[in-house]
Each structure stands twice: as structure tokens, then as C-alpha cells.
């Protein structure tokens, strides 16, 4: 049996460390999920539920924004569905405006009368007309309507400490200021609330090719200079601005080593609360070839063997944080993770725009339970990305819009939010297809913020159904109900002109003595709340 009852166990090892015959036991034969309420472990922090916007394709433009003028209803040129639903997920914090965008955005060409603005080309993404409509205060509007927090990177790629500086001092200062005065002239007399803010993006890439020594020297007058001068987000208080630095993509680990080393010789004139971190599921690496659509079964086990790869790479760098924080002041901020798959066909390939399967629900799913075993490191997460773009939660297309199977899975999960983990322990089995072996199931458990027990299982395998045994020592299960998602296949997606192919059903378990069981189909993931 697995024994996961420390946050952070390698789930990667979870067939590795089962016997070997446990591949040819009876299919039929129930998996055992014993959830062990006596002990609780680490708070999720409702922050690994963050989404991603970058100024990419119609991940922006035609996704959020639509202009005051369109047909489209909006508020103020935000689509008033977008919000609707992002509302609906509780969506807690938006990383904007990017990426690579990040590294060349000037923010003073994003504020002002839209007849005023500078239009420049995104070079990063299809070389796209960037008319800078969506800018500072829009983004502001966006958040605030969306009910979120805002998670800004700044320029350090091409931009200046000084420039920095100055885009937090006109959304954070006083009123009475120069700057605050400019905001105030730009509709917003009220400071901003910014509560995230990354220093810089991929500055071993497209944010500038730094070595992580150099970074890590770049980087101290950033986290020095550019304050929040907002009241409300006073130094130590709890609604503080976090720094994130710059950390590592992949398995490569020398930011991580770099920029802990500098924290640990840190005095009080700087600091960060926290490191990022990116990791994509592609497949076979780069360039991408993984389509979104008609995969095969050895596809969809390829791309979900990859993302299991996640647990290891945490682990990795959060070996090296506790060398040098051992307390565990700096969090890991995974603010770009997801599928990137093949454009979709006919579409500019500088848009990554991809449909969204059941594979890709179950993907996401396991990433979050990763994230969950990891909660005493792993304090924010981000998709990659929010609407159009990658593994999105929702697609448009002018006034059409449809939410996908990953905005599904995000909203089922929705009682996980600032929940407290709970231990489980369970015998993984094995789904083979050709020469990858998976585990076949996967399980967490949490307290809500309300003290209810929620146990979320996912069933790996396409093809055979899985009965869960679910057991609470110590105490008598009464009742289970809650949904489960599936699909007639891995490749299932919702379209436009079928938006609920995948969607979640009522799901109910059998209580009994001997604890709860749960029967799921293939390819599926359940969340039940537990009546104890």
C-alpha cells in the first residue's frame, strides 16, 4: 500500500515502490483509499487555482477584452460571460500580462486616452498588431470584476529598475502623489491592490538569456526598488505584496540554487517570498507534435506519464529551498504549467491555440493533487492559460463561447480552495498500455474551510471501470455525493456546437460499515463530499 502521508511524497514512485505482481491482480478487485482524518497536514492555499493572461493570440483581445462599443455584452469592454464564469470558479489570482510578452511591455504605452496609445507588433506571438487597449487599468477593471487578485511580472528583460518602480508607484500610490494623481486622472482615484509581483519571466530564455548568478545580481534592485505603497499592503501585514523571483524551467536547477543562495544571504534592505517555476506537459519536448484532437490511447498515456513528472520536479527544487530555508518562508509559485499541444490545424501556429479533451481534464487534475501533497512548499500555481490559449478554461469565439473539460475539473474542485490536506494511503495498481506503466488511480482528500471531508479519485484507465473502497478509521461514513466527470473518450472535447459532451454528472457512493464505495467509470475523475 502507498502510504502518502506526508505531503510531498514522490508519486512518481508510486509503481515503482508497489509489488510487482500488483500489475496482474484482478481488475475487478477493489482499490482500498484509506483516508486517515486524524491527521491533518498543510493548508492549500487557494492561490494554486491561479490563472494565466498573456497578450497571446485571442487570449487577450476577443477573450477578455471585446471593446466598449462591441455587441458582445461587456462591462466596460470586459465580456460580461468570461467574468460570469470566471466568477463561478473563484478564480483567485491572474498573472499579466505575460510570459514572454512581460519582458518587452512597457506599461506607459497601456495607460491613457485608447486614441493616445502606442500600436507596436508582438513579436513574441505571430507578430500580431499589440494596440495596447488593454492596459493597466484594464486589467485592474478585469480582476476587480472578476473578484481576483492581480499577479503582475515586470520588465527586466529589456526593461528598467526605474521604469518598475514607477508602474507600482502609479497603481499603489496615495492620491495626493504625482502618480496617484495620474491614475486618478485615468479613472481610478483608489490605490490598487497588487498582490503579487513576479520579477521578471524565463530569464534563462526569452527574459533575457541571464546566466542564474546574473539574474540573481539583476534581480536585488528589483525586489529593493519596486514598492507598493498601498496602505492596505503594508510590510508583514497579510495582504503584503510577494516578490517572486525567477526560477527554473523544467529540471534545470540553477536558478533555484542561485537566487535561494542570494535569499539566504539576504539583509534588510531586500528579500522575496517567493520562487517560480515552469514545467510544461508536451510529449516529447520541443517543438511541439502532440495534437489536441484524434490522439490515440498510446498518445493519451505518453502525454500522462509526462505530467506525472511533476511530483519530481517540486521535489527536486524544494530539496535545494530547504538547504537554504528550511522554514519554508519562500514558496514555489508553479505560474506556467499545462499541456502545450500542436496548434490547432489552419490556426497561426503564434497563437497556440488547441482544443481541450478529457485527457487534458485528467491532466489537470493530476497536476492539482500534486500540488495538493506539496502545499507546505507550493503556494501558488498558474495555468497556462486562461482563455484561447494552451490548456484554457474557457474558448471564444466573437460572441460564442464554450467552457472547456479543464474549467470543469477547476470547478469541482473548488472546495479544495484554502482547505487543509488530509493523508491518504492506497495501492495504486497499474494501467499498461504498450511500454508505459501508470498507476492506475490516484486519490486526496481535504477538509474544506467549513471542516466538511472531500475525497477526489481519479481513474487513469481508459478501459476499465474502478471500484474504490473508501475507509475512515476511527469513524463511520454516513454518505458520499458530489460529481464525476467523464467521457465516451480521451479525445472528447466540448465545441461550439456541442459545449456539454464533457461535463460533470451527479455522482453518488454506497456507505456501508465497512466505509464508502465509489464506482468509477474509465477515464474519469470523481469529487465527493464524505457525511462522517
Known amino acids: 500500500m502507498i502510504d502518502l502521508v506526508r505531503p510531498g511524497a514522490a508519486f512518481a514512485l508510486l509503481l515503482a515502490s508497489a509489488s510487482p505482481a500488483l500489475a496482474q491482480n484482478d481488475a475487478s478487485a477493489p482499490v482500498e483509499v484509506v483516508v486517515d482524518t486524524a491527521k491533518p497536514g498543510s493548508k492549500i492555499d487557494r492561490n494554486i487555482f491561479g490563472q494565466f493572461a498573456e497578450h497571446l493570440g485571442t487570449g487577450i483581445y476577443g477573450g477578455v477584452w471585446v471593446g466598449k462599443d462591441s455587441s458582445i455584452p461587456n462591462v466596460r469592454g470586459i465580456r460580461k460571460d468570461v467574468v460570469a464564469a470566471l466568477r463561478a470558479i473563484r478564480v483567485p489570482n491572474v498573472r499579466w500580462p505575460g510570459g514572454c510578452f512581460a519582458d518587452e511591455y512597457h506599461w506607459r504605452h497601456g495607460i491613457g486616452a485608447a486614441k493616445d496609445r502606442r500600436i507596436s507588433i508582438n513579436s513574441n506571438w505571430g507578430g500580431a498588431t499589440e494596440p495596447n487597449t488593454f492596459g493597466t487599468d484594464e486589467f485592474m477593471d478585469f480582476v476587480d470584476q472578476v473578484g481576483s487578485e492581480a499577479y503582475i511580472s515586470v520588465n527586466i528583460g529589456s526593461g528598467t529598475v526605474a521604469e518598475a518602480a514607477e ?50 545580481d539583476v534581480m536585488k534592485p528589483f525586489a529593493r526598488f519596486v514598492r507598493n505603497y498601498n496602505p492596505a499592503q503594508a510590510a508583514d501585514s497579510p495582504g503584503a505584496m510577494q516578490r517572486i523571483a525567477v526560477g527554473p524551467g523544467d529540471d534545470n536547477l540553477s536558478y533555484t540554487e542561485s537566487v535561494m543562495k542570494a535569499w539566504k544571504a539576504h539583509d534588510w534592505a531586500w528579500s522575496i517570498e517567493g520562487l517560480s517555476l515552469h514545467r510544461y506537459t508536451t510529449g516529447g519536448g520541443w517543438p511541439v507534435t502532440q495534437p489536441s484532437t484524434g490522439f490515440d490511447e498510446g498518445r493519451y498515456a505518453l502525454m500522462l506519464k509526462e505530467t506525472l513528472g511533476m511530483d519530481e520536479t517540486i521535489a527536486k527544487n524544494a530539496a535545494i529551498m530547504d538547504k537554504y530555508d528550511p522554514e519554508k518562508k519562500v514558496g514555489i509559485a508553479v505560474d506556467e504549467w499545462g499541456a502545450w499541444l500542436a496548434p490547432n490545424p489552419g490556426s497561426n501556429p503564434g497563437f497556440l491555440q488547441q482544443q481541450n479533451s478529457m485527457r487534458d481534464a485528467i491532466l489537470a487534475a493530476l497536476n492539482l493533487n500534486i500540488f495538493a501533497r506539496h502545499a507546505d512548499r507550493v503556494r501558488l500555481t498558474n495555468i497556462a492559460q486562461m482563455i484561447n490559449v494552451l490548456q484554457a478554461m474557457i ?138
Open 167 to 216: 508602474w507600482l508607484e502609479y497603481m499603489t500610490a496615495d492620491p495626493a502623489t504625482t502618480a496617484g494623481k495620474e491614475r486618478a486622472a485615468n479613472g481610478h482615484a483608489a490605490p490598487y491592490k497588487v498582490k503579487y509581483l513576479g520579477i521578471g519571466n524565463e530569464s534563462w530564455s526569452c527574459g533575457g538569456a541571464m546566466t542564474a548568478d546574473h539574474y540573481a
Open 395 to 532: 474558448l471564444t469565439d466573437k460572441e460564442k463561447m464554450v467552457l472547456t473539460p479543464t474549467y470543469h475539473i477547476y470547478k469541482m474542485y473548488l472546495p479544495f480552495q484554502d482547505a487543509t490536506y488530509v493523508p491518504v494511503r492506497f495501492d495504486a495498481g497499474a494501467y499498461t498500455q504498450g511500454d508505459i506503466k501508470l498507476p492506475r488511480v490516484d486519490a486526496v482528500a481535504v477538509r474544506d474551510t467549513a471542516g466538511k471531508l472531500w475525497l477526489a479519485v481519479t481513474n487513469l484507465d481508459p478501459n476499465r471501470p474502478a471500484k474504490i473502497v473508501a475507509r475512515f478509521p476511527g469513524v463511520q461514513a454516513r454518505a458520499a455525493r458530489g460529481e464525476v466527470l467523464t467521457a465516451p473518450r480521451v479525445d472528447s472535447v466540448n465545441s461550439f456546437e456541442a459545449p456539454n459532451a464533457v461535463v460533470p454528472r451527479p455522482f453518488t457512493g454506497k456507505a456501508g460499515k465497512d466505509g464508502v464505495t465509489l464506482e468509477l467509470p474509465g477515464k474519469s475523475v470523481a469529487v465527493v463530499q464524505i457525511d462522517l
